[in-house]
T-cell receptor, first 113, second 114 residues
């Protein structure tokens, strides 16, 4: 069972379309990160959201942290082929063993020209 | 370029064998993390070292071990390899000991066990 569930797992769209990727959990996170991974590369951080309800924009990408800090969404407007890649959310939580970053399984996005 | 270097990039070996994956963190980073990425499990945290000491442990098998050397590079040793160990192994680094901030990932080592 994944602590962080991402949906959809795969998404294939045409250039110019909008899309939303979801990252859901029953656990509360102190912060949540979104990474993008291209083939043959390691994940690269896009954004970190910390406050419940926080919205951050990065050009055509909009990230939102849920009010209860259990979920997040990534919305891409007018997708472009260069947006193709694996999008990973990662939640930070603390327990008696210290802090941990838990990754979702990722959403594989393909944007066709 | 994240500044994290991993070698080798690709490795093909047979079941029962042992391999060593190497990671050099970004200059100045004291923490090194190892992750395993497979299609069915996603990105799984294995282990973290901070300034030479083990800091946190995740889903690392007993057949796997790691260490961080005085020059801060790290090695992940995988032994008695099984088919299911085939995966991408990533190393990441951070400046401090906190493992909830931004991770800087290397390009990964792709291990294929035949």
């Amino acid at each position: 069972t994944q602590l962080l569930e991402q949906s959809p797992q795969f998404l294939s769209i045409q250039e110019g379309e909008n899309l939303t990727v979801y990252c859901n959990s029953s656990s509360v996170f102190s912060s949540l990160q979104w990474y993008r991974q291209e083939p043959g590369e390691g994940p690269v951080l896009l954004v970190t959201v910390v406050t419940g309800g926080e919205v951050k924009k990065l050009k055509r990408l909009t990230f939102q942290f849920g009010d209860a800090r259990k979920d997040s969404s990534l919305h891409i407007t007018a997708a472009q082929p260069g947006d193709t890649g694996l999008y990973l959310c990662a939640g930070a939580r603390w327990d008696n063993q210290g802090g941990k970053l838990i990754f979702g399984q990722g959403t594989e996005l393909s944007v066709k020209p | 370029d994240s500044g994290v270097t991993q070698t080798p990039k690709h490795l093909i070996t047979a079941t029962g064998q042992r391999v060593t994956l190497r990671c050099s963190p970004r200059s100045g980073d004291l923490s090194v993390y190892w992750y395993q990425q497979s299609l069915d499990q996603g990105l799984q945290f294995l282990i973290q070292y901070y300034n030479g000491e083990e800091r946190a442990k995740g889903n690392i098998l007993e057949r796997f071990s790691a260490q961080q050397f005085p020059d801060l590079h790290s090695e992940l040793n995988l032994s008695s390899l099984e088919l299911g160990d085939s995966a991408l192994y990533f190393c990441a680094s951070t400046p401090g000991s906190s493992n909830t901030g931004e991770l800087f990932f290397g390009e990964g080592s792709r291990l294929t066990v035949l």
